[in-house]
């Protein structure tokens, strides 16, 4: 099952305590389930606790007769398709809810959302019938499909104002009006509104740990890259002491000198902090000698250390 049906189910489940809030869920479920219509039409949804949620209402409300048949698919997954039976039971569904059969315009009559809770209800019941929430896993994104503008920009205020706001957004895909957030944090804020407590705990865990890996990542590449910086370095000194052996040899620097050669050469991995702990010195006391054996370098190689050490990487 997906994480939109999980979290469905979860809303299928909450009890409205007062009969306000009751009609209030039925009607955000009737109202978007595009079986508001004064026309017989079959409406297909993915979820078997959808269909059965919204007949129920149908029935309980407005007295209406819902006729339910199942499909069944292996490639495309089951779908359920659900109708409103009668011219009567049609109009029975727009005179509960406070509409004219023939309006032009489907908008939301906020007649039937009285409170805070009435609220909660309504866009509980809306969702369940037009949303969809994606996979937390793979992105953060909610959304309600909505056939009708006036419909849609009626939603969308209901969502954005007032407190609590949820900063969703309206675009056109597909000759339909898409309401979406992609906010993470108001996406958790709405689960919790509807009262889809624990999608909204799982998505909240599933964020914590992607930003967990996202710092560990952050961390790893931060020490790779250092690390691949320390080498490229160390690699390149190497080449430095080599010019020199080849050319005047070890024995002719300092003794200081020699000491610090001799450790880079049998630890070339070594950082710069790494060497001063071994020789009991700074790590700019450590810098400054290897500047000074790139400069003997430099003068060994006539000028071209450059090509001296690159020939010496290379081979």
Known sequence: MSFSSEVKRELCKVENKEKCCRKAEGYGL???????????????FESVHTVNIIAQYASAL????????????????????????GDDSRKSI???????????NLRINKNNIKCENCKKAF????????????DPNKEYHLEFVVPHSYLANDLLAVLNDGEPGFQSSLTERGGNYIIYIK????????????????SSMELMQVKMYKEAMNDINRKSNFETANMDKTFSASAKQVAAIAVI??????GSLSEELQQLATLRLENPDLSLKG????????????????????EIAERCAGGN???????????
């Open 305 to 315: 250390l450059e090509e001296w050490t690159a020939k010496s990487l290379n081979e």
């Open 275 to 294: 060497l001063s702990e071994i020789l009991g010195i700074s790590r700019s006391g450590v810098n400054h000698r290897i500047k000074r054996l790139v």
């Open 94 to 104: 727009y005179e509960v809810f406070g509409h004219d059969l023939h309006e032009l």
């Open 30 to 44: 009737l109202l978007f389930s595009r079986c508001f219509t004064p026309f017989h039409k079959k409406v297909s």
């Open 183 to 198: 906010d993470s944090n108001k996406i958790e804020d709405l689960l919790t509104y509807m009262g889809a407590i624990n």
């Open 245 to 250: 052996n080849d050319t005047v040899g070890l």
């Open 62 to 85: 407005a007295g209406a007769i819902v006729d339910i048949s199942a499909k069944v698919s292996r490639s495309r997954g089951d779908s359920y398709a659900l109708s409103i039976i």
């Open 123 to 134: 866009l509980r019941g809306a969702f369940i019938s037009a949303g969809s929430i994606t």
